[in-house]
């Protein structure tokens, strides 16, 4: 099922994050598999502390990094696309949309 604006996303349980130097690595318990995060996905990441919409995480990067969302937008769902592959984030459908 494709991710939608809507949907609500945060970090998987079992993913172990760790700041390194200028780097964030994580390490999912489920693979036993390191990953390492670029500055602009170390941001994605710390917003996926807690959930939010899709949409909202957009917005946030937008204003971040003063660009519009449709230019966002693309690179942010393949990143979140490649991430919930891997069990790194999970999605639920937001209720209240």
């Known amino acids: ?3 939608t604006l809507t949907d609500l996303i945060a970090r998987a349980e079992g993913v172990l994050s760790a700041e390194i130097s200028a780097e964030t ?3 999912s318990q489920d693979n036993g598999k390191y990953y390492c995060l670029t500055e602009t996905s170390q941001e994605v990441w710390k917003q ?3 959930p939010i919409t899709i949409k909202n995480l957009l917005q946030n990067l937008s ?3 003063q660009k519009p969302t449709s230019v966002i937008e693309a690179d942010t769902m393949a990143f979140l696309e490649s991430f919930l592959d891997k069990g790194l984030i999970k999605i639920s459908v937001n209720c209240s949309e």
């Open 48 to 50: 996926l502390y807690s």
């Open 25 to 27: 690595v994580l390490m």
């Open 63 to 65: 204003e971040k990094y």
């Open 1 to 3: 099922m494709p991710i």
